[in-house]
C-alpha cells in the first residue's frame, strides 16, 4: 500500500496552488489523481519554468503540487469535453477545483449539477472569499484572499514600514491542506451515510483562521496587538538576537517566570535574578531597552554554535536558530522531520522535493512518480472509460482532447 487513500480516484480540475496542492497532497497520500488540464500550456503553474525571466532546466514548483498524478488534456469550453469530464468525474470519489463558480457553471461543472449526477461524491471547491456574498466571484488568489483580505498583511507592517510581501503559495499549501483534510472527512461521512457533499474552503478563511490568535482578541476584548518591536520585548526570553558570526537565533521561552531564570544563568549573570531591575516580570517589561540592549553585547560575544553549547546545559532554555533557505536544506532535523521527500523521475532517478504535511505509520506513503507531462495520460485514461484508441484520435483530430507533450520552447514561448 502507498499511502491511506490508496483506491481513492480524484478528478482535479486545478490552476496555479491552491487546487493542485490539495489534489497533490491526495496524490501523496495513494489516491489516483487524474489532472483535468486545458490544450495550449495546460494549468498555468507549468508557466513557472520561466519564473527568474530564462527557461530553467526543470519546474520544481510545478513538481511539488503535482507529482504521482495523471494529466488529461480535455477542451471545457465545448460540449464534448464537458461530457467527458463528467464521464470521469461519474466513476469519481473526490472532485476538487479551484476555478471560479462562474467557469464552472458555464462548463456544468457547479456543485448543484455535478452532484445531481454523481450523489456519492464528494466535491471540493476552493475559492477566493467564499461560496456567497457581493465579493463571491472576485478573484483572489492567494495574495488577495489569504494575504491582503484577511488582515494578515497589515498584521506584519512596522508603524514605521511599508506593507510586506508574501512568499510564493504562502496561503494557497495551508489552504489546499485543510482541503485535503476536508476531503478525507466528507469520504468518512460517506462511508457511515453513503452520500456525498460539497465540501468548501476558502482562502480568505484560511488567512482568518491563521491568526485568529490576533482576530479572537479583537472579537472578544476589542484589543489589537501591534507587531513587536525586537528593542521593547517585555519578556526578553521571547525575542531575537544575533550572535558574534552574525547568525540569528530566538529565544522561545514563553513562560517568563519559569525562563528567565535559565537565560540570566546561561549569559553569566545570575545576579540578575535579584536586581531590582529585572527581578519580576513588569520590572523586565519596565527595563526592557536596557535588558534587550545588554543581552545584545553579551550574545555578540560568542559564535551560535559556541552559545548553542552554553544554552544546553540549561534544560529550560529553549530557543531555535533563524535558519534560511540554504540553512534549512542542511539541517539535518529538518531531514529526520521527513520535510523532503525523493521523488522518482522520468529518467529512472530521484530528485529531493517538498514534502507534503503529515505521515501515516501504519499506510505510510511514498511518491509515486514526478509531475506528469501536459496530456500524458489521456490515452490511458480515455482508453480507461471504453474508448478506443480509434475514439481517441478522433477526439483528438477534433480538437476535444489533446495527448501534448510540453516542450520547454512551448512554456517559453507562452510565459
Known amino acids: 500500500m502507498s499511502g491511506p487513500l490508496e483506491g481513492v480516484k480524484v478528478v482535479e480540475l486545478g490552476m496555479w496552488v491552491a487546487g493542485p496542492a490539495a489534489g ?54 465545448r460540449p464534448e469535453g464537458q461530457a467527458l469530464a463528467m464521464e470521469l ?3 469519481a470519489d473526490v472532485f476538487v477545483t479551484n476555478l471560479r463558480q462562474s467557469a464552472l457553471e458555464r462548463w456544468a461543472l457547479d456543485p448543484e449539477t455535478v452532484l445531481e449526477r454523481c450523489p456519492r461524491l464528494v466535491y471540493q471547491l476552493i475559492t477566493g472569499y467564499g461560496m456567497d456574498g457581493p465579493d463571491a466571484h472576485r478573484p ?13 498583511a497589515s498584521l506584519l507592517r512596522t508603524p514605521d514600514g511599508p506593507l510586506p510581501f508574501q512568499r510564493g503559495g504562502m ?33 480568505v478563511r484560511q488567512g482568518i483562521y ?30 531575537n538576537y544575533v550572535a558574534g558570526d552574525d547568525r540569528a537565533f530566538w529565544l522561545i521561552g514563553q513562560e517568563g517566570e519559569r525562563h528567565w531564570p535559565p537565560l540570566a544563568r546561561v549569559v553569566g549573570h545570575p545576579e540578575w535574578l535579584t536586581d531590582e531591575r529585572f527581578a519580576t516580570p513588569m520590572a523586565r517589561r519596565q527595563n526592557a531597552a536596557e535588558l534587550v540592549g545588554l543581552l545584545d553585547e553579551i550574545f555578540a560575544t ?3 554554535d559556541e552559545w548553542a553549547e552554553v544554552f544546553d546545559t540549561e534544560p529550560d532554555m529553549f530557543w531555535a536558530p533563524v535558519n534560511t533557505i540554504d540553512d534549512v536544506l542542511v539541517d539535518p532535523q529538518v531531514h529526520a522531520a521527513g ?13 529531493l522535493r517538498v514534502a507534503s504535511p503529515s505521515d501515516f505509520y501504519g499506510t505510510p506513503w511514498e511518491p509515486r512518480g514526478p509531475a506528469p507531462r501536459l496530456g500524458e495520460h489521456t490515452l490511458e485514461v480515455l482508453e480507461e472509460l471504453g474508448r478506443s484508441e480509434d475514439d481517441v484520435a478522433a477526439l483528438t483530430a ?14 517559453e514561448g507562452d510565459a
Open 24 to 77: 497533490g497532497i491526495l496524490a501523496d497520500w495513494g489516491a489516483d489523481v487524474i489532472k483535468l488540464e486545458p490544450p495550449g500550456i495546460g494549468d498555468p503553474a507549468r508557466t513557472y519554468q520561466a519564473l527568474f525571466g530564462e527557461m530553467m532546466p526543470d519546474n520544481p514548483v510545478f513538481e511539488m503540487d503535482n507529482r504521482s498524478k495523471r494529466s488529461v488534456v480535455v477542451d471545457l469550453r
Open 89 to 91: 468525474l461519474e466513476d
Open 140 to 152: 483572489a488568489y492567494d495574495i488577495g484572499g489569504f494575504w491582503a483580505r484577511s488582515g494578515i
Open 171 to 203: 496561503g494557497d499549501h495551508p489552504t489546499g491542506s485543510s482541503a485535503a483534510g476536508a476531503v478525507c472527512a466528507a469520504l468518512f461521512n460517506r462511508e457511515r451515510t453513503g452520500k456525498g457533499q460539497l465540501v468548501s474552503t476558502s482562502l
Open 398 to 411: 477534433a480538437g476535444i482532447v489533446g495527448p501534448e507533450v510540453l516542450t520547454a520552447e512551448r512554456v
Open 210 to 239: 491563521s491568526v485568529g490568535f490576533d482576530v479572537s482578541i479583537t472579537l472578544g476584548w476589542g484589543a489589537h496587538i501591534g507587531i513587536g518591536r525586537r528593542e521593547e520585548m517585555g519578556n526578553p526570553s521571547m525575542n
Open 302 to 304: 560568542k559564535t551560535l
Open 339 to 351: 520535510a523532503f521527500v525523493s521523488v522518482p523521475d522520468a529518467d529512472g532517478g530521484s530528485e
